[in-house]
């Protein structure tokens, strides 16, 4: 059976396409990640340890990526065993630690998001930027939960 005609049905369901979409994406990113000794997962962590001045928790890293706080802690492990982050207390509640990138960690990302721009645009290489731009808008309203296209957080 050609391909084509097994996948044909799976052209009209949106979950299929999108976790299709979104495997494409994750491949071509890791391989852009790779040199840096990152994965998506662990590059999103830093991303977000990196944009937040006074680090951020684990929770709030868990509630933002969607993940497991359990699958947040190994990745957080991960990073601090590379010096890419640290572990701080907060100032306002003892129980929490905040995820903070170390400057090592500042530097890896400085040099990760050119490679992974590359890796993205070369997914997004047959569509028009008015496209492009729709696809991000309409996908952060899905991802957000919003049905607005603006980030809650």
Same mark, same amino acid.
């Given at each position: 059976m050609d391909p084509r005609t097994a996948t044909a049905a799976l052209t009209d369901d949106v979950g299929f396409l999108l976790s299709r979409a979104s495997g494409n994406f994750v491949r071509?990113?890791?391989?852009?990640?790779?040199?840096?000794?990152?994965r998506v997962r662990s590059y999103s962590v830093l991303l977000l340890a990196?944009?937040?001045e006074g680090g951020i928790s684990q929770r709030d890293l868990a509630a933002v990526l969607g993940l497991d706080p359990s699958q947040v802690v190994l990745l957080v492990d991960e990073l601090a065993q590379a010096g890419l982050v640290e572990r701080r207390p907060s100032d306002t509640d003892r129980r929490t630690k905040l995820v903070c990138a170390t400057a090592a960690g500042r530097q890896v990302r400085a040099a990760a998001v050119d490679d992974v721009a590359a890796a993205v645009g070369g997914q997004l290489v047959g569509l028009t930027s008015t496209e492009?731009?729709?696809? *991000?808008?309409? #996908? /952060? *309203?899905?991802? #957000? /939960?919003?049905?607005?296209? /603006?980030?809650t957080l």
């Open positions: 071509a990113s890791n391989a852009a990640l790779l040199s840096h000794g990152l990196c944009g937040c492009q731009f729709l696809l *991000r808008d309409l #996908l /952060g *309203r899905l991802a #957000l /939960g919003s049905g607005t296209g /603006g980030s």
